[in-house]
């Protein structure tokens, strides 16, 4: 079958919602097997992982991806989204490790309580993916 170019437009209004980033490649997170792959114009905050099924999570394009054996880094990315930061940019660098993550996050406070207001059903999505992979890790 030749596959259609059009993409897929037809969304029930149910499913349709705000994301946080704009429709473009931008890059998902796995935090169970430190990868990060690539989809284009999906505003889905949360898809299963190509790799071990598990949730990932949709961040910016800011965004660059650790080493897969950098586990400390990962742990960082981890901690960021678990504060509600999906790489948007903020003027000012991410914290360069993870000590760096709660004081960020203390600062950007009402930044993330704008992002969590205005993106509820992402974050609902982000959060409920996080709170599983904690139970299971
Ligand atoms: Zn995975």
């Known amino acids: 079958m ?3 170019h059009e993409p897929p437009s037809t969304l029930l209004p149910a ?3 705000d994301a ?3 429709r473009y490649m931008h890059p998902y997170a796995c935090f169970e097997c430190r990868k990060s792959f690539k989809r ?3 505003t889905e905050p949360v898809l299963p992982c190509p790799h071990c099924g598990g949730p990932s999570v949709g961040l ?16 960082k990315v981890e901690a960021l989204v ?3 930061f999906l790489f948007w940019d903020l003027g000012e660098p991410y914290p360069s490790d993870l000590t760096g993550v709660d004081g ?4 950007h406070a009402e930044h993330l309580r704008e992002q969590r207001y205005r993106f509820s059903n992402a974050f609902e999505k ?3 993916a996080m709170a599983k992979r904690s139970q299971s890790a």
């Open 60 to 75: 910016t394009r800011k965004f660059k991806p650790p080493k897969q054996s950098d586990v400390k880094q990962w742990r």
């Open 20 to 22: 946080p980033w704009p």
């Open 82 to 84: 678990r504060h509600g």
């Open 126 to 128: 982000i959060d409920a």
């Open 104 to 107: 960020f996050a203390a600062k």
């Open 2 to 4: 030749a596959p259609h």
């Open 40 to 42: 284009l114009g999906v």
């Open 15 to 17: 499913q349709k919602f």
